[in-house]
């Protein structure tokens, strides 16, 4: 694990392309299914005392049921993504899209993990260790960030990726493309002096993404 902020440590699976965090004893988003092992590897030194998700998709909850299985810790989630997490077959009209049938059950199984009962449906303004929750809608309809004030950190999520790089999520993988534009905008606004992704690394320069707000249309 690399220390990104103040008690904010980044865990990196296949090199940037899928980011995973620690913020104080809360783990924020936990990669595909067959990334558990090793997450809890990397989390073995540490004490968690619970698991949330930035949003329901199959690289941010893979492996959420496992990890809170095997540590005994309850799961966040976003209340406008509870169903998907706990059930995520609903995923499938969504994130590929497909209607659902017994083929997309079977693949968002595979992919997104068993699903979880969620013990904590996160709202805007709710806390998780230092950092404020706020709703960036449109990758999924219950995405969220967290904003920490004090030094201005922002767990982004997938609200914006920097892989390839700065820039909104493709197209296809979101429910309304206009509402990732708000959210974008609305992360711009905040001036975060860190921003760290689900999708790439980390930056340090709020100029860029309040360029990037700027060029959206």
Not at 162 to 184: T, Y
């Amino acid at each position: 694990m690399k220390e990104v902020a103040d008690n904010v440590w980044m865990l990196t699976v296949r090199a940037n392309i899928v980011n995973l965090y620690v913020v104080g004893d809360v783990l924020i988003d936990a990669g595909m299914p067959w990334d558990g092992g090793w997450i809890l590897e990397q989390l073995r030194d540490r004490d968690i005392a619970a698991h949330a998700i930035t949003h329901a998709h199959p690289d941010h909850m893979g492996s959420s049921n496992q990890i809170c299985e095997q540590l005994g810790i309850p799961f966040w989630v976003s209340e406008a993504d509870v169903p998907a997490a706990e059930d995520p077959g609903l995923m499938a009209a969504d994130f590929v899209p497909l209607p659902r049938n017994p083929f997309s059950d079977v693949l968002m199984r595979v992919t997104s993990g068993p699903g979880r009962k969620v013990d904590l449906a996160l709202r805007e303004g709710d806390e998780v260790d230092g950092f404020t929750v706020i709703h960036t809608p449109g990758h999924t309809r219950g995405h969220v960030s967290l904003w920490r004030e004090a030094d201005r950190v922002l767990i982004v999520g997938d609200a914006l990726w920097n892989l390839p790089r700065l820039g909104a999520p493709f197209p296809l993988v979101n429910v309304d493309n206009d509402a990732v534009r708000q959210s974008i905008r609305r992360i711009a606004e905040l001036e975060p002096a860190v921003a760290c992704f689900g999708h790439g690394s980390v930056l340090r320069d709020p100029g860029r993404l309040k360029q990037l707000a700027s060029r959206l249309r």
